[in-house]
T-cell receptor, first 111, second 117 residues
């Protein structure tokens, strides 16, 4: 069965700190991988996605993620976070035409 | 572009009543729409996949008779929670896909907070 595991439930950082959020998945077939973000009071928005090709994917707002097939991982990174990055981040994997979400990571960035 | 509108955003009703939630794709046609449920401090759980003109596909453990889904057009899907009870209180989110590989990416509505008294 498909599953997605996000290692960090809560992350607290100061502005300008670097960010890495872990995501591991379990799925036997070809996967499409996503990171979604949910800002306070807003709907889910797509940050970036991986379908194929270059395993280093760049998304919006300076985020990037690296697909490492051998580790079944798709970690999200940002070199320098801002207060406006405070949000909840969800990793998701799609297979059989549906999305499976991880539990989410709440990021709080302090000025 | 790719806006999904969900209505209502918040509903409070008495136990035993039925509640209908609408999900509309405003600027694209959505062959497939998805309904999720999100419990507090938990992730989104897929409830069902709604296909235009055909019966919805429900995930294991989701009661079909409890959560009625209708996808009558390429821009509208509805979720009706029948005879709602307090345990049905939750945050319901829909998403829609214009198609493509694996129906991705999906575009999400703002969600509906359902509170059953």
């Amino acid at each position: 069965a498909q599953s997605v595991s996000q290692h960090n439930h809560h992350v607290i950082l100061s502005e300008a700190a670097s960010l890495e959020l872990g995501c591991n998945y379990s799925y036997g077939g070809t996967v499409n991988l996503f990171w979604y973000v949910q800002y306070p009071g807003q709907h889910l928005q797509l940050l970036l996605k991986y379908f194929s090709g270059d395993p280093l994917v760049k998304g919006i707002k300076g985020f990037e993620a690296e697909f490492i097939k051998s580790k079944f991982s798709f970690n999200l990174r940002k070199p320098s976070v801002q207060w406006s990055d405070t949000a909840e981040y969800f990793c998701a994997v799609s297979g059989y035409n549906k999305l499976i979400f991880g539990a989410g990571t709440r990021l709080a960035v302090h000025p | 572009g790719a806006v999904v509108s969900q209505h209502p955003s918040w509903v409070i009703c008495k136990s035993g009543t039925s509640v209908k939630i609408e999900c509309r794709s405003l600027d694209f046609q959505a062959t497939t729409m998805f309904w999720y449920r999100q419990f507090p401090k938990q992730s989104l759980m897929l409830m069902a996949t709604s296909n235009e003109g055909s019966k919805a596909t429900y995930e294991q453990g989701v009661e079909k008779d409890k959560f009625l889904i209708n996808h009558a057009s390429l821009t509208l899907s509805t979720l009706t929670v029948t005879s709602a009870h307090p345990e049905d209180s939750s945050f319901y989110i829909c998403s829609a896909s214009p198609g493509g590989v694996g129906n991705q990416p999906q575009h999400f509505g703002d969600g509906t907070r359902l509170s059953i008294l």
